[in-house]
């Protein structure tokens, strides 16, 4: 209750910030772009984390404005980035089902390219499966229309909730997210290992690119990349990051 009423006005009183955390390619472990994360502080009860905040800016109906605030921060760094210094870069944004509700979505995103002028294949978006069970045909052609326009989609969280196989037949993903669960303890135990070896069998045979999350070792680096997973992002290579902090480590002097 606390929280859906500091919520409201939260982001006309400037109180959400941006962080980015690495997406590496696996072979050679050289920077592929950065998912971006939200974070919250607010005065009178600190910090929140997005796991409790965006499923009340879902209920209260904040989450479209909350989702195009981010959407169009995360593209203009996304852009002084690229110009700065002069490379390829994916941002990968995490959007809400419910962002895909209003049907406002696909002009949001293409309008928030077009301004910018960034390449829509730059551009990736991240959906939970919670978008696709019982998702209208409004909600796919969305996806279709953001496909065809070049944006990204990935899978996010990909192998835990009910996950249905058949949403991968039908949907033009273009990216499985494997989620952190099964990287975890992928050095040590064998049936994750089988798991994620048949995720990146069954995603590369599909045409995707597949990136594990939540790697924190080396070890589990190394297991990955010997499974010929694509992509490795976690905090092995880094905890998300302020835009400044991120460009220092990973952008300048390269
Ligand atoms: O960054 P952190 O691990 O605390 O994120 C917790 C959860 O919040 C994750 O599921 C993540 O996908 C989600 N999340 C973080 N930033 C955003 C955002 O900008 N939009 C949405 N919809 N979810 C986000
Ligand atoms: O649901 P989604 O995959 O978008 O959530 C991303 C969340 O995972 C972020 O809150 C981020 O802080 C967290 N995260 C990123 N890397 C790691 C990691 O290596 N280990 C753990 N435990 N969490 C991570
Ligand atoms: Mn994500
Ligand atoms: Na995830």
């Not at 500091?6 to 772009?33: D, N």
């Not at 045909?137 to 989609?153: I, P």
């Not at 989620?179 to 303890?185: A, G, L, N, P, T």
């Amino acid at each position: 209750l606390k929280i859906d009423q500091q919520l409201r006005g939260a982001l006309e009183r400037g109180e959400f910030s941006l962080v980015y955390q690495p997406i590496m390619h696996t072979r050679g472990r050289t920077l592929k772009g950065m998912e971006v994360l939200i974070r919250w502080t607010n005065p009178e009860l600190g910090r929140i984390s997005p796991m409790d905040f965006i499923p009340i800016a879902e209920q209260i109906g904040a989450i479209t404005d909350l989702g195009n605030w981010v959407l169009q921060e995360a593209c203009a760094q996304l852009q002084s980035w690229q110009r700065q210094y002069n490379r390829p870069l994916l941002m990968s944004i995490n959007v809400s089902p419910r962002q895909f509700h209003d049907g406002s979505i696909v002009p949001k995103v293409k309008t928030v390219l077009t301004q910018l002028g960034l390449k829509p294949t730059s551009v990736q978006l991240e959906v939970t499966e919670g978008l696709l069970i019982n998702a209208s045909d409004r909600v796919l052609s969305d996806l279709d229309t953001l496909k065809l326009a070049g944006v990204h989609l990935a899978l996010d969280d990909f192998g835990t909730g009910y996950s249905s196989l058949s949403y991968l037949r039908h949907l033009p993903f273009d990216v499985l997210k494997v989620d952190q669960s099964f990287v975890h303890e992928i050095a040590r135990k064998s049936q994750d290992e089988a798991m994620v070896g048949a995720m990146v069998r069954m995603g590369h045979s599909l045409g995707m690119t597949v990136v594990a999350e939540g790697v924190e070792t080396p070890e589990q680096a190394y297991s990955l990349e010997a499974l010929r997973v694509d992509d490795l992002q976690g905090f092995y290579f880094s905890q998300p990051l302020c835009a400044r902090d991120f460009e220092r480590r990973f952008l300048a002097g390269i």
